[in-house]
């Protein structure tokens, strides 16, 4: 690089650096306030229902239960001593439940779908994927109940067994172990 001794070339170098300078501030903060609404707008929608909450009286299925989650049960099995079962709820409406019967395979079961909610009746219904046979489910405080083929709440000694059990929820501070 050519240095030159001119008066004009310092002050034209200072002039550029300075302004270089500048706008990488500008672009710093115009990046921290995009960043921080973007961060802002993903809780948008958890302000606005909390609010709708606060009433006593509305009971809506989606709205007294976090629907993001995980629910774990040991369902009735004919021929096995029962089936393991993991149901993950997803915020977009999809789902993954895994099932494993238990004394007759080590294998592993994974359903994928996407569920939809029937406030007025406080269930979900998911839908697999690959099948057009659905899963009813009437929604609890933290748990799910398995309908029956047509809807109904299935009973006898072992209508107990048919319920799922949300497992992530966090009810006191998490305590810090070393990893």
Not at 112 to 122: H, I, L, Q, W
């Amino acid at each position: 690089m050519l240095s030159c001794a001119c008066p004009l070339h310092f002050y034209y170098r200072r002039f550029a650096e300075k302004n270089m300078r500048t706008f990488k501030q500008q672009i710093k903060q115009i990046l921290a306030f995009l960043l921080f609404i973007a961060i802002f707008s993903n809780y948008s929608s958890v302000f606005a229902e909390t609010a709708e909450t606060k009433d006593e009286n509305a009971h809506h299925s989606q709205k007294s239960l976090d629907w993001p989650g995980v629910y774990r049960g040991f369902l009735p099995c004919e021929d096995c001593k029962g089936v393991k079962a993991t149901l993950a709820l997803n915020k977009n409406n999809t789902y993954i439940l895994i099932t494993q019967y238990m004394g007759k395979s080590e294998r592993e079961f994974v359903e994928k779908g996407k569920f939809t909610s029937d406030n007025e009746r406080n269930m979900v219904v998911l839908t697999p994927r690959d099948s057009s046979t659905t899963r009813q489910y009437v929604v609890g405080e933290n748990m799910l109940t398995q309908l029956d083929n047509t809807g109904n709440l299935i009973s006898g000694k072992l209508a107990e067994r048919y319920i799922l059990r949300r497992t992530d929820i966090k009810e006191s501070a998490p305590s810090h172990s070393a990893h």
